[in-house]
């Protein structure tokens, strides 16, 4: 047995595949920068990249939205144009089946004619029996009734009442007759009413062939672009949950009490709070922090001593100071102009670790002022108060 007939080592062969074609899918995902990226530069990078992409997923959107209104308001048109084909077909018939009925009226007026001229033409022959020749034998075989009725006089008076009746029948008939055009015209301009109704669906039938091709396109291209968003929507929940991480590694865990003298406020001379634990910050509500107004550049002293840590513009906090002061007791202060201390540095209590700013989601220059113990947030007022 060789390995790739071995059940075990082929499935192992279909992971490994699996796993290729995933780490390929990534590396197209993210299409990091050639220099190491910090977590900083990474959420910032998905943040702007998410923005675009969901603009451009919303122009699609949008496209497609007009492209299906536009759509529909075509099949109406192709609604009603069926329609008006469907009565000028019905029309046509009726038209049809008048001309039928007028032919046959016509028809018949013609057998009437031709019986009364069989008539007509025995008379003549009895009369020439009658009379012995002459004019009449000659006449007799004439081909035109009107020849007939000039030529003699002794006939005009027998044909006359004929003449008149073979008139008047024929009159009718021509009366039938243009009766029978005018209903073939008419049909005629239904007919041509239809074709031209006709090329006007062929143009819209293939305007909507058009149209639903572009909207399939769209659809395509909206799905392609969700599956995007999606992509980088998981990296920036990744990315979240590496900070969230990266916060519990540097924490400490313990009982939570602090040993010293206890809490400084944060934000000296500044005492304007913002949003509260718990509020809305006008990005999201429950908000797990207090948020201090200052103006650009007023120092932030640590709450606690401990150890700081340091982020740069993080897309949530910024530019952001975390202090781990031992026993599970955790202080961040974010969205600063820039940090007064290094990343790993031991602060102490009141110590300026940086100046208020404006960096990360942030709309004004203020401190988010974070408290966690044992990693969860509380709400820093039942710690610390402005003096
Ligand atoms: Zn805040």
Do not use: C
């Not at 007939?5 to 780490?23: G, I, K, S, W």
């Not at 069989?118 to 000659?138: N, S, T």
């Not at 009766?179 to 239809?194: C, F, G, I, M, V």
């Amino acid at each position: 047995m060789t390995m790739n007939e071995h059940p075990v080592a082929r499935r192992l062969l279909q992971v490994l595949a699996l796993l290729l074609a995933l780490a390929s899918l990534l590396v197209a995902v993210s299409a990091a920068p050639a220099h190491a990226e910090t977590a900083a530069e990474k959420y910032e990078r998905l943040r702007k990249e998410l923005e675009a992409q969901n603009q451009q997923l919303e122009s699609i959107e949008k496209d497609l939205k007009n492209a299906k209104n536009t759509r529909s308001a075509l099949q109406q048109q192709q609604t009603i144009l069926k329609e008006q084909i469907n009565t000028l077909v019905a029309a046509i018939n009726e038209a049809n089946l008048a001309i039928q009925e007028k032919q046959a009226e016509v028809d018949a007026q013609q057998a009437a004619i031709d019986e009364r001229w069989d008539e007509f033409q025995m008379q003549m022959q009895a009369m020439q029996v009658m009379h012995d020749g002459g004019a009449v034998a000659m006449l007799s075989s004439a081909q035109s009734l009107y020849e007939l009725l000039t030529f003699s006089d002794s006939l005009q008076q027998v044909s006359e009442k004929q003449n008149q009746v073979l008139e008047d029948m024929q009159a009718a008939k021509a009366e039938l007759e243009s009766r029978k055009a005018e209903l073939e015209e008419q049909k005629a301009n239904l007919e041509t009413a239809q074709a031209e109704l006709e090329t006007k669906q062929g143009q819209l039938s293939s305007n909507i062939q058009q149209l639903d091709s572009t909207i399939s396109k769209a659809e395509a291209d909206k799905q392609a672009q969700q599956d995007v968003v999606d992509a980088t929507e998981a990296a920036f929940e990744q990315a979240e949950r590496e900070y969230e991480q990266w916060i519990k590694e540097n924490s400490s865990s313990g009982s939570g009490h602090i040993s010293d003298a206890g809490w400084m406020w944060p934000l000296p001379g500044q005492s304007r709070i913002t949003t509260y634990f718990g509020g809305n910050n006008g990005f999201y509500s429950g908000h797990g922090a207090i948020d201090v107004a200052a103006p650009k550049g007023t120092p932030i002293v640590a709450a606690l001593s401990g150890v700081a840590y340091t982020q740069s513009l993080h897309w949530t906090y910024g530019n952001m100071v975390m202090i781990d002061s031992g026993d599970g007791v955790v202080t961040i202060y974010a969205h600063m102009d820039s940090h007064a201390v290094s990343n790993g540095q031991a602060v102490v209590q009141g110590q300026t670790i940086g100046y208020v700013g404006n960096t990360g989601r942030s709309s004004g220059y203020h401190l988010h002022f974070e408290v966690r113990i044992n990693n969860v947030k509380q709400n820093p007022l039942n710690y610390v108060s402005y003096s």
